[in-house]
């Protein structure tokens, strides 16, 4: 299972939302959010990653099954073992976590791995290939092995302690809020 990098879209939400909650309390405030560009620009505009495509075309790989995060990679993997039939396990160490995600993530005391897994918006691509295309693709910029497919009973999120945790589908709710992080209490986005 090779995924690209998950989790930015939500980080730049978070940061969005606070700061317009700062905004409309302060007016005048004008923080630099250029440190933060790409995550904002993840939320934004996120990129089809159509070049992930070329990349394995050229490579002569052809995903046995691939969907794009915009609901979450939780979601996503869900997805893929749900129409396959299959389970899977997904290493918590191989997940690609962007550091600037993992910095907004710290500052409003959330976990990453909540962004990472139930995030949404980030329309990277999450697909399976055959064992034999991997020597093919694993060294490819952009793109990570996370993890693998089993015949078992669902997808699990093996943790860093060696623990399976049940990947359940709480995944990205586009017309809803309860994705979001409670803004109420910031008084100063600095």
Same mark, same amino acid.
């Given at each position: 299972?090779?995924?690209?990098?998950?989790?930015? *879209? $939500?980080?730049?939400?978070?940061?969005?939302?606070? @700061? !317009?909650?700062?905004?409309? &309390?302060?007016?005048? $405030?004008? #923080?630099?959010?250029?440190? %933060? *560009?790409?995550?904002?620009? !993840?939320?934004?505009? #996120?990129?089809?990653?159509?070049?992930?495509?070329? !990349?394995?075309? @050229? &490579? !002569?790989? +052809? #995903? +046995?099954?691939?969907?794009?995060?915009?609901?979450?990679?939780?979601?996503?993997?869900?997805?893929?073992?749900?129409?396959?039939?299959?389970?899977?396990?997904?290493?918590?160490?191989?997940? #690609?976590?962007?550091?600037? *995600?993992? @910095?907004?993530?710290?500052?409003?005391?959330?976990?990453?791995?909540?962004?990472?897994?139930?995030?949404?918006?980030?329309?990277?691509?999450?697909?399976? /290939? &055959?064992?034999?295309? $991997?020597?093919? /693709?694993?060294?490819?910029?952009? =793109?990570?092995? =996370?993890? %693998? /497919? +089993?015949?078992?009973?669902?997808? $699990?999120?093996?943790?860093?302690?060696?623990?399976?945790?049940? =990947?359940?589908?709480?995944?990205?709710?586009? %017309?809803?809020?309860?994705?979001?992080?409670?803004?109420?209490?910031? +008084?100063?986005?600095?």
């Amino acid at each position: 299972i090779s995924a690209c990098l998950v989790g930015s *879209a $939500y980080a730049g939400l978070l940061l969005l939302e606070s @700061e !317009k909650i700062v905004h409309l &309390r302060n007016p005048d $405030y004008n #923080p630099d959010l250029s440190t %933060f *560009a790409p995550l904002i620009k !993840k939320i934004l505009m #996120p990129p089809a990653r159509k070049d992930i495509i070329e !990349k394995l075309r @050229e &490579r !002569k790989v +052809t #995903p +046995t099954s691939m969907i794009d995060l915009s609901d979450g990679l939780a979601n996503g993997i869900m997805h893929i073992c749900r129409e396959s039939g299959c389970g899977a396990r997904i290493m918590e160490d191989k997940l #690609p976590v962007n550091r600037l *995600a993992s @910095e907004i993530c710290a500052k409003f005391n959330l976990d990453i791995m909540n962004a990472v897994m139930y995030g949404g918006e980030d329309y990277e691509l999450l697909f399976t /290939i &055959r064992p034999s295309d $991997y020597d093919k /693709i694993k060294d490819m910029d952009g =793109i990570s092995f =996370i993890g %693998f /497919i +089993t015949d078992d009973d669902g997808p $699990y999120l093996v943790n860093n302690l060696g623990q399976l945790i049940k =990947i359940t589908g709480m995944g990205w709710q586009s %017309f809803s809020h309860s994705h979001l992080h409670d803004f109420s209490k910031i +008084t100063n986005a600095g």
